[in-house]
């Protein structure tokens, strides 16, 4: 058995200000758990993605977030849960005026090939992404794959 308090373990680079990995706090073999606080505006992700690999499902403790799906926006409130399966694209944002809080669970750990895509302004559309940690290791770069643009940066 592992014990763990959030408050103890340290959040990583991210779009969400505050992104903890509990997999490796817990020691889970076969789960990835992740616990995110959303401010207003942020999201989980770097852009609209699919896990090859993996399926998640989200659990929103508190607020109110907006899924983008390939099908469509779908809003989650306090309480509810959200499943996406291996190869569906999706990105969380907290698009309320209040924080959102969620745990997210994906099996198996690893996740397989992730594909992003984000606008690129210079393409003038939405493209593959590459994410890179750049700097003293202190922020992580989506990188257009078509012209080489920083679509984004984002901090420790």
Sequence with gaps: MR????????????????????????GTSNLAINYYELAPGESSAYGF?????QEEVFYVQSGTVTFRTADG????AAGDL??????????????GA???????????????????LRHCEDCGTETPQSLDLVDERDAVEAICEECGAVTGRFEG
């Design 73 to 76: 926006d779908v809003t989650a």
């Design 49 to 53: 993605h699919a896990h090859a690999d």
């Design 3 to 26: 014990d763990v308090t959030l408050d103890d373990l340290d959040t990583r680079i991210g779009p969400a200000s505050v992104s903890r990995p509990l997999s490796d706090a817990l």
């Design 98 to 116: 209040e924080r959102a809080t969620l745990l997210v669970v994906g099996a198996p750990r690893e996740a397989g090939e992730t594909d992003v």
């Design 82 to 95: 959200v499943r996406f399966g291996p190869g569906e694209y999706q990105r969380c944002v907290n698009e």
